[in-house]
Structures are given as structure tokens and as C-alpha cells.
């Protein structure tokens, strides 16, 4: 019997009535949940669920709020290359609480890459009193060679936010710009 395609479902909530936050995610037939309470003034979440590649059994569900370490939870799988699903979502994050730090060097090293760098710029830009919350999911291999991942992200506010880079480029003597996607 040949095995078949796990649809992996993820609700990311951002913003939601009375501070209360409730994200989730669906592995197959398998739910897991994590509900919080988010005052204004605390920073957020983030939510990792860990699996094992080879039945996709929950081996790690936690959260947790710090954003410039890794959490001590994930060492002992770091030298298990390429054995482990690593999921991470954040659960009302405030933008002032984007990874930082060592948590953010991992994040890279595990394939992060043009929805964070997204996100970076905004807060970079504007700082966290033009916006609310972030959403911010990943989902790869770890395996820390930076072999890709799944990125998704959303951003609550007042206003639509577009970003780019400009690669400067020389054309004979002279360097000009041009417009490109974050990657």
C-alpha cells in the first residue's frame, strides 16, 4: 500500500476579541490547539510543534514568548539532521517581539527567509506604533542547512504595506537600482 498526501492546515490568528487568541493546526485528522490571553502590553507568542518525519507523531508542542534565544526544548533534537518537521507560528505577536538574536541566526539556518526579512522591514521602517500584530508561520526540515522552508505572513494595522529591495547594479561606470523581490 503506497502512502498518501497529510494535508497540513494551520490557522494563525493575529488579532481577535478580548485579547484572547486561539491558533490551531490539523495534521491529517490529528487537532492541536494553543489559546492565550494577550494583554496589550505583552508581546505575544510563539507556538512550535515538532514531528517526527517518519510518522508524523508529535514529539515537541509548546510555547513560549522570548525572541532572541532558542528554546531549550528543541537541543536535543538540533543534531537529529533531517529527522524532525519543525512548525513555528506566532499567536498575537506584537511587532516589537520579531525574532531576534540567536533565535533569529536559527530561524535563517533553518530556512527563513523573505517573509521574515518582510516583516524585519516593516517594523525597521515604521516601528510597532503604526501596527498591531504580526502572524508569522514556518514550517521546515530540521536539518540546519538552510535547505528552504514554508513561509507565510499577515500584518494587522490601519494601512496595506508593499515591500521590495533595490539592487544596485553597474552598468559600466555608473551604479543604478532596480527593483527587486525580498528573497
Do not use: H
Not at 130 to 150: I, K, Q
Amino acid at each position: 500500500m503506497s502512502a498518501t498526501n497529510v494535508p497540513l492546515t494551520l490557522q494563525t490568528m493575529i488579532s481577535y476579541s478580548n485579547n484572547s487568541y486561539y491558533s490551531a493546526m490539523s495534521i491529517g485528522k490529528t487537532g492541536l490547539n494553543q489559546q492565550v490571553t494577550v494583554a496589550p502590553s505583552t508581546l505575544g507568542y510563539y507556538w512550535i510543534v515538532l514531528l517526527d518525519r517518519s510518522d508524523l507523531s508529535v514529539k515537541l508542542n509548546f510555547t513560549f514568548q522570548p525572541n532572541n534565544v532558542v528554546p531549550s526544548q528543541l537541543t536535543p533534537y538540533l543534531s537529529t539532521q533531517g529527522q524532525y518537521i519543525l512548525i513555528l507560528t506566532t499567536i498575537g505577536l506584537s511587532s516589537s517581539n520579531l525574532p531576534t538574536g540567536a533565535f533569529y541566526n536559527f530561524l535563517i539556518q533553518e530556512g527563513a527567509g523573505a517573509q521574515l526579512k518582510t516583516l524585519e522591514q516593516i517594523y525597521a521602517a515604521f516601528n510597532c506604533g503604526t501596527w498591531g500584530r504580526f502572524g508569522y508561520t514556518m514550517v521546515t526540515v530540521l536539518d540546519g542547512a538552510n535547505s528552504g522552508s514554508f513561509e507565510f505572513s499577515a500584518i494587522t494595522g490601519w494601512a496595506m504595506v508593499s515591500t521590495l529591495l533595490f539592487q544596485p547594479i553597474q552598468v559600466g561606470s555608473q551604479t543604478i537600482y532596480t527593483p527587486i523581490a525580498i528573497r
